[in-house]
């Protein structure tokens, strides 16, 4: 399963930088965001969680740049993704969401579903389908499971998902998958 966290990062300049880095299953550096990010949540509790994900940033080796791109450039190719590409808002359409904002949308573009089951943000990992007030992609929840994993040990691995968030969305995907099958029916 992939997984991500915050980690330091030392600039060029001196500066120190906070950026999400991402691993693969056997815990090799596969990415990291370009910007450093900063911490957020829809409440007081959820910008908590994110600082102290950001403290724990604080307590690991601090990395440059230049060390985690060589790490990256590494790993053995993968195999490309070779079907067609689509749009942002064409993926939005195929997951059925919807803007977040109402008519007169602000361009931001944000989406989530009727449920705020889903974010998907271009500007939070490049438009991947996340939990709301999180950077945890949904896939990551469906890959544990895949892996044999429970729901409590997902949420050990991603402390920013609240049970409910978790449980919404494999309701939302249980009641999209009957739905389909009944529309064929």
């Not at 790993?75 to 977040?100: C, D, F, M, W, Y």
């Not at 469906?142 to 409590?152: M, N, T």
Request: net charge negative.
């Amino acid at each position: 399963m992939k997984t991500w966290n915050y980690r330091v990062f030392r600039e060029e300049t001196g500066e120190y930088v906070i950026r999400e880095v991402f691993y693969d299953e056997d815990g090799a550096i596969t990415g990291r965001t370009e910007d450093a990010v900063e911490p957020m949540g829809d409440s007081l509790e959820e910008l908590e969680r994110d600082l102290e994900h950001f403290r724990d940033a604080l307590r690991l080796p601090v990395l440059t740049l230049a060390e985690v791109d060589a790490a990256i450039v590494k790993q053995p190719s993968r195999p490309k993704h070779t079907g067609p590409n689509i749009s942002h808002e064409e993926l939005v359409a195929q997951l059925g969401l919807q803007s977040t904002h109402a008519e007169g949308d602000d361009g931001s573009g944000q989406y989530d579903s009727q449920a705020e089951n889903i974010e998907i943000d271009p500007e939070k990992l490049s438009g991947t389908p996340v939990f709301p007030g999180t950077r945890v992609p949904i896939q990551n929840l469906f890959d544990c499971l895949e892996a044999g994993e429970s729901v409590e040990e997902f949420l050990d691995q991603f402390p920013t998902v609240a049970y409910e968030q978790a449980i919404r969305v494999l309701e939302a995907s249980k009641e999209k998958l009957i739905a389909g099958y009944e529309a064929v029916a």
